[in-house]
């Protein structure tokens, strides 16, 4: 089991974390506005977070061996709360781009050493309810940052930034004074290899033996991303809806997908394994995905979005369970390499979303669910029962 302390402070600094996530999606197109840049410039800065979470999540993960997760969790909190400070005081667009790229390279130490520490508190029949857990402080985050972003950003486009940085603030000294360390010295690994996700280290962790598992990795945000990052094109293009009604659907989707990862995840997990868990919501993203496409009115819009967020939401802590356990005793540097991997999704899926929009206002969905329907069929051969890696896949090449 895992003590309630802890999981309580890391939920609380993913909510703070995922609510300036959040935050940015409705406000970013007024800020932009405001200082006079376009849409590539929208989609650039968009890009940049995560680029530098995919950049940099492996460095934190294998610190986090070395040194402890403490002081990562830390690291992360800090650098999330300044860079939202930032971007609130922002006045210029470089000045937009320098604080968001980094909120990527600080608040990236966040999530792989959170995952982590679940792995190093829980037992194998718990892990996934852990990972459950992680997610719901995910989904709570996407629910409260769009809404504030929307609300507050109607008073002052900075303020929702301002309060993100004190909240920040607040998760690390709650951090520093009641979190205890969950990776004792004597398991802390001597000498850590932090250079960053190099392409050919990336390459031999899709060769290796948890290819495919880090593939999943790739395609379960690339799938998110796809879904976020054109649905209030998509919704403006098919309903005419406004950023009130775009926002309304996006806390649905939040409230889902914190409620189901809670609450479902770790007794779907126990009952039926994360391998049957991954390929029945693999092949629930992709209906999602599809059935998007019929809906008519603000109900069906939301009952649609939502079987798709169900799926992808019991998707993602299942794959981190299975890494966490086949990963060894390098689980951070591990899955530091798995969030690369999300990151990557999170850069690739608004660039395929926003080409395929240019083409046609269906194509975004109709393609991310043919892509998510191919990933099942491969899943029902790739994914397999197989002991725990001992000398898994390096977070970077020498």
């Known amino acids: 089991m895992i003590k309630k302390s802890p999981i309580g402070i890391l939920f609380f600094t993913l909510v703070v974390m995922m609510m300036g996530f959040g935050m940015v999606i409705p406000i970013m197109p007024f800020y932009i506005e405001s200082l006079g840049a376009s849409g590539t410039t929208l989609g650039a800065l968009m890009a940049i977070f995560s680029v530098m979470q995919f950049v940099f999540s492996p460095i934190w993960g ?19 709360g300044i860079s939202m400070l930032l971007f609130g005081l922002s006045t210029q667009v470089w000045m937009l781009f320098a604080s968001r790229a980094l909120a990527g390279i600080l ?15 829980s037992d194998e029949k718990n892990r996934g309810g852990g990972m459950g857990i992680i997610g719901a402080a995910m989904g709570v985050g996407m629910v409260i940052g769009p809404g504030l972003g929307g609300w507050l950003g109607g008073v002052s486009l900075s303020l929702p930034f301002f309060i993100a940085f004190g909240l920040s603030i607040a998760s690390m000294l709650l951090i520093l004074v009641l979190l205890p360390e969950s990776l004792p010295v004597e398991k802390r690994t001597a000498h850590v290899h932090s250079s960053g996700p190099r392409l050919a280290s990336l390459w031999r ?3 290796g033996p948890l290819g495919f598992l880090m593939a999943l990795s790739f395609l379960v945000f690339f799938a998110l991303a796809n879904f ?5 094109l998509y919704a403006q293009y098919r309903f005419d809806y406004g950023p009130q009604q775009v926002g309304t659907v996006m806390m649905v989707v939040g409230v889902v997908s914190a409620v189901m990862q809670g609450l479902i995840t770790g007794p779907a997990t126990r009952r039926f394994g994360e391998d049957k868990l991954i390929r029945w919501s693999l092949i629930g993203s992709a209906v999602g995905f599809g059935i998007m496409l019929f809906a008519r009115s603000m109900g069906t819009l939301m009952l649609t979005t939502g079987l798709f967020v169900l799926a992808n939401s019991l998707l993602r802590p299942a794959i981190a369970s299975k890494i966490s ?14 969030n690369s991997f999300m990151s990557l999704g999170r850069v690739v899926g608004p660039l395929w979303a926003g080409l395929m929009i240019d083409l046609n206002v269906i194509l975004p969905y109709l393609t991310g669910g043919i892509i998510m329907f191919l990933i099942y069929l491969a899943s029902l051969y790739w994914l397999k029962p197989a002991a725990p890696v001992t000398q898994p896949v390096p977070a970077s090449s020498d």
């Open 62 to 80: 294998a610190l986090s061996d070395r040194y402890g997760r403490k002081k990562m969790l830390l690291i992360g909190t800090f650098g999330n």
């Open 107 to 121: 608040s990236s130490a966040t999530m792989p050493t959170a995952m982590a520490y679940i792995s190093d508190s």
């Open 205 to 207: 962790a899709l060769t």
């Open 228 to 232: 976020e990052g054109v649905f209030g």
């Open 325 to 338: 356990y086949k990963a060894g005793s390098q689980q951070g540097a591990v899955l530091g390499v798995s």
